[in-house]
């Protein structure tokens, strides 16, 4: 598998036109990510993975911003380029802001930071936070 | 420095009382967690990391509650055992439902799965998540 | 030390010509991948590194393909793009298909995602998987 | 959520019995683990997250023995404990030897020194490794 | 925010320009890094960062050059190329020579490695390690 | 594998001992620690790492005390209790001060925030940092 091959739409099996399709419609867009280009070599991956994502992002007792958001967080934390270039570019069409984006950065550097203090000095859970 | 020694308010010189007293009284309780209690053998970085998180986890264009769960994610993709247990009872005190927890999971799980998909495959950022 | 600088062969001292020569008669190849032209800089851990991996790597209880793919397993998990390139190459010089490649990236994405389901929602271990 | 809640078979809906009941069939067994008991409180990431290793874990071009291998190279990268514990015993019900074990450490352990040594040296990707 | 848009000296509001002078003032250098004009759009952070920093990279206990090459086994452990590069040069600039460079890179390495090693033989904490 | 089966000194084979041996002759001590115990189930990786770990460890151009500073610096970063407990110990005999242990924290800490603020906010690498 080449790193840069990608699975355009024209080139796309029926089962990996079925997975796109339901990506445009469900986003509203008439843009497919490299994302899902890349995985379509493996095309019972790529429907796993949308379908999963579909269910996982879409609107619940979090908004889907927030989902965003946290999505963000994770893949600064594990120093993933495409993921914080793809989801810094969904949380923009959701309504991300400059300010929030800012705090986000502030909380996930810190939240880096802290976790690593409290590794070091092997600090033990407070009793009250064992049953919550 | 033992793993287990904590400065309770007691022992604490002034330096470190002074920021406890400043953590009861922004959290509104009567409770120091035992990462404050270990960090409180370092004063400078006691006082450094309370007075960054107190400006960093306040209101903002993000509200409180949002900020505690991109601390989670954050603390759950570095498995950190304290700062999810820690996080999570904060979280849960902001008003985080078992709903709110579930999809937070959901999402730190798939963004860490993804995160591992775009490395493997390595897929190309688009071009039009370069500029935002 | 310049991101750059690799050691070619013809200007390597003796110390290093002589690994460079059990890579290139180990692997059967006469290429010595950028990574050791590196290292090559510090002779004792281009020695100790490749000596290293020699015992390692080679045919015991796991056969040298399914060493590969355990190597990229933990690149990816890393986000190493060097080491994901160069494993990958030589994982499909050891005959790892499509398929294969696809199987491994699913399994790798899913442990990455249930590692913070069993971690976020600090499930604790089964008394039976204790002793094994 | 109690870190230690776990819903048994007994007190479990129907929802998350037919869950539980797909697990015990598939694999042949008359235990749930720790881990479906805790995501139970989620039926829909239970049965999400199910589906999802039932359909990647099963043979295909790798078999369940090697993808066994795979989860515990990136569980041990993770540093995440009850991954490490449950695929462990996992792998050895499949046939994991000491032998194969004690491989599959040191192959993990010198991937996570290498992916360091490659970042720290800050190695170009070898042209020959970007098509393939 | 591009991930290319960088604030510059003659471009920064009185307030970023205030944390350029101190940074341009206690490194005795006429350069601010890219890092710096990036966090430039969140002034707060600009500041709180800045100010960390200069608190804790200065002489203490630890000497300025001790404290960069440990800030490069963190960068490194994490994969992060931007402050992998930007603290191999402030340690250059300090006095790193290749050989400590060298070291430094085989400590990294190698902890990596027996971290891995550790966790995945679930080894316990000697007893007479738990207080210290 | 059991997490718990350590290999005594009584108990080990002519092959382990003489690992032993030479760790209790080069570390003047009377105590093997449990990491070194677990390893012995597999003797080639038992004595590879020692003598890595001897080689590495060693005075040179960084003495043995910054070494163990950086040790403890990617253990905390990696979350790995094990190490972070021992190394933290062997830091303590070889002269590690608490202010040393305050201000290796302090460091690491901010490392891992700015790490992320870095991958965060996309920052490009300074031309002048390309070079080194």
New interface residues.
Partial sequence: ????RLIEYADASPEVRAVYDDILATRKTD?I???WK??A??P??LK??WE??K???GP???DPL??E?????????????????????SA?TKGM??????????????????????????????E?????
């Fill in positions: 598998m080449a790193s840069q843009y990510n490299n994302f890349a995985l070599h493996d019972a991956t796993r993975t999963s994502i269910q996982i992002m619940g007792a979090l927030t989902k958001l946290i999505y963000i967080a994770v893949s600064v934390t594990n120093q993933c380029p495409y993921c914080i270039a793809s989801h810094t570019h923009r802001t400059d300010e929030m984006l800012h705090e986000l950065m502030a909380v996930v550097g810190m939240a880096n930071e802290t976790n690593r203090l409290s590794a070091g000095y092997r600090v033990e859970i407070d009250r936070f064992e049953s919550q």
